[in-house]
């Protein structure tokens, strides 16, 4: 005997009913109306992207190019074995819609870079969620989107090389200290004379362990990395989030 389906009023309700208990109905109904827009779903961003839609935020817009490879299973949510070789930000997708199937998930294959970045439409989201890698691209972001009104930004500093979740933690750009990626941003800001035009809050930890990358040529080309510091960088970012949608 096959069921009925559920209606999606009574899905939802069902769904995030500890949400409602958590935050109260009308911080829940926000969050519902909350747009987001995550650049980079992988060792950061995925984990971001999967606890903000089980948080109950009805518009996620994911920004990738790259694919799933066998070295992204030991820490992104969206890897398996099964998964090697799909489009990244499609793979998410179809992950996110099965947790929700009435949120609006878009998922973007490409990259951001100075010439993409106004196809975007950053002033139509509540939140920018920074999860790329590269300096030239992450600096570009977040001085673009820091010369908005809207939106917020909320930024991840460098996750590989660490160890130790309890050392993550949160503060403004300018006050993040012993963090490498936040370094060379503001090396990179003093040089080009762009600076970011207002205050924004970084997820960040000072770790930084010897010998856990791969050189070539002296140059290192890979970073040791684990699920339990990018799921607690990604959860921290999905936090800020929630936070101040539910304010």
Known sequence: MMETPLPDAVRERS???????????????????????IFGVGGVGGWCAESLVRSGVGHL???????????????????????????KVLAMKERLSAINP????????RFYSAETCASF??????????????LREKAHLINAVTRLERPVLFS???AARKMDPFRIRKSEFWKVSGDGLA????????????FPAKKFTCVWSDESLPNAGAAVDGEVRANGTIAHVTAVFG?????????????
Not at 15 to 37: K, M, N
Request: hydrophobic share 45%.
């Open 15 to 37: 769904i995030f009913e500890r949400l409602d208990l958590l935050v109260g109905a009308d911080a829940a109904s926000a969050l519902g109306r909350t747009r987001v827009i």
């Open 61 to 87: 817009t994911l920004v990738d190019s790259d694919r799933v490879c066998a070295s992204n299973v030991n820490r992104q949510v969206v890897a398996t074995t099964e998964t090697v070789g799909q489009v």
């Open 102 to 109: 009435d949120a609006e998930i878009e998922a973007e294959e």
């Open 121 to 134: 439409g950053l002033d139509g989201y509540d939140y920018v969620i920074d999860a790329i890698d590269s």
């Open 156 to 158: 991840s500093m460098g």
């Open 183 to 194: 370094r060379a941003l503001r090396t990179r800001f003093r040089k080009t004379g762009e």
């Open 235 to 247: 959860f921290a970012l999905a936090s800020l989030v929630v936070g101040d949608a539910c304010r």
